[in-house]
């Protein structure tokens, strides 16, 4: 028998200690609804054991606090809202392009500016893939539990680590701040990844050179010998600036490639009753909640409804949305924002099966009853 430690967490609790669990030593964050509790947390139980806790001046200085605590070492986490994640963009694509590993936690709430900040949303799906400018690889994942916080903090800082990128953990008001039973395993029973060291004597080390398995770069701590230079401008292999055009090329490819030639590893999704589904729910975070309830309603009337339920928001599970569609006469993408997703499933299925929206930006969630009308309204 393994030991186990049960506890009744909040979602944000679960999210620190998953963090924590995966070897975060470095927090730095500004206080804001609905995400303060990770900021509370981590600034009493990073120092115990041996992390570093700071609060900045403002998002821009935490983005930039953490990017600068992961390239002394440390696994690094900043957490925030909507507004706060806004102000962090920038500092984003900084870490997408100097390939600086992160993790970043955005608890949404309502918006645009500072909108209903203690009501829950899902209106920050597009800014995940697109708040940054220019071409850059995303993962963005998104737990429905506060178990699957726990674990899925875990799997985004492995990803962090693995593919050498800022990794977005999304989560909304309702999972962040409601309180369910957690088992958290024992430390051992984690799969844990590290960064990549390097191999190679210091004067023969290039930062950006490609491993040619993977595309990733091996990655020192400054502090260990490696001496390299970092900034923002496209750069060549050996990280000084660069206007060439096939080194632009190649930079950005190879980013773009980390993703596109890992989909399998990184895609994470649930599906449920969607083999003989003629109405299949598409729907993440809390929302997959209210959809779960409201499948198993019309499957208790007889209505042949599936859930599909992804965890990886980014990069897009497009070639499962399409073998949805081609067996479904209709998906319906609930979502807590006016159609963001469904955009996406509408784009992947091409016309292949009728996509219909419930959609709700009021600062209320999508009930059970909601989609169950809507699901016998498109029968």
Request: some cysteine; proline content about 6%.
């Amino acid at each position: 028998m393994t030991n186990r430690t049960v506890k009744l967490m909040q979602g944000n609790e679960a999210c620190l200690e998953g963090a924590i669990a995966a070897g975060m030593r470095f927090f730095a964050g500004y206080p804001i609804t609905p995400s303060t509790e990770i900021a509370e947390g981590a600034s009493e139980k990073l120092p115990i054991v041996g992390g570093k806790f700071i609060q900045m001046e403002d998002e821009i200085g935490s983005i930039a606090a953490a990017i600068g605590g992961s390239l002394a070492g440390l696994k690094a986490m900043t957490a925030t809202s909507g507004p706060g994640m806004s102000l962090k963009l920038e500092n984003i694509g900084y870490a997408s392009l100097t390939e600086i590993p992160c993790v970043i936690v955005n608890v949404q709430r309502g918006g645009p500016s500072t909108g209903l900040p203690t009501s829950p949303a899902q209106g920050d799906i597009m800014q995940a893939r697109w708040g940054t400018h220019g071409d850059h690889p995303v993962i963005a994942l998104y737990p429905a539990s506060v178990s699957e916080i726990y674990s899925v903090t875990v799997t985004a800082f492995n990803m962090a680590e693995k593919y050498r990128m800022p990794v977005i953990l999304l989560l909304d008001e309702v999972i962040a701040h409601m309180r369910e039973k957690v088992e958290l395993p024992d430390a051992e029973q984690l799969q844990i990844v590290n960064r990549a060291k390097p191999t190679v004597k210091p004067e023969n080390y290039l930062p950006y050179k490609a491993d040619p398995n993977g595309g990733v770069p091996e990655m020192p701590a400054f502090g260990e010998g490696y001496r390299y230079h970092v900034t923002g401008l496209i750069h060549s292999e050996n990280g000084f600036p660069s206007n060439n055009a096939q080194v632009t090329s190649t930079l950005l490819n190879r980013l773009m490639k980390k993703i596109e030639n890992n989909l399998d590893d990184i895609i994470r999704y649930q599906e449920e009753g969607t083999k003989d589904a003629e109405i299949v729910l598409v729907a993440f975070g809390s929302t997959s909640r209210s959809a779960k309830s409201a499948m198993d309603a019309a499957r208790e009337q007889g209505i042949p409804v599936g859930l599909f339920r992804p965890v990886t928001i980014w990069p897009f599970a497009e070639d499962k949305i399409k073998e949805i569609a081609a067996k479904a006469k209709t998906i319906i993408v609930p979502e807590m924002n006016l159609g963001q997703y469904r955009l996406e499933v509408e784009r992947a299925v091409a016309g292949k099966c009728n996509v219909v929206g419930i959609n709700r930006a009021d600062g209320e969630i999508i009930t059970p009853e909601d989609i169950l009308e809507k699901i016998k309204g498109v029968m």
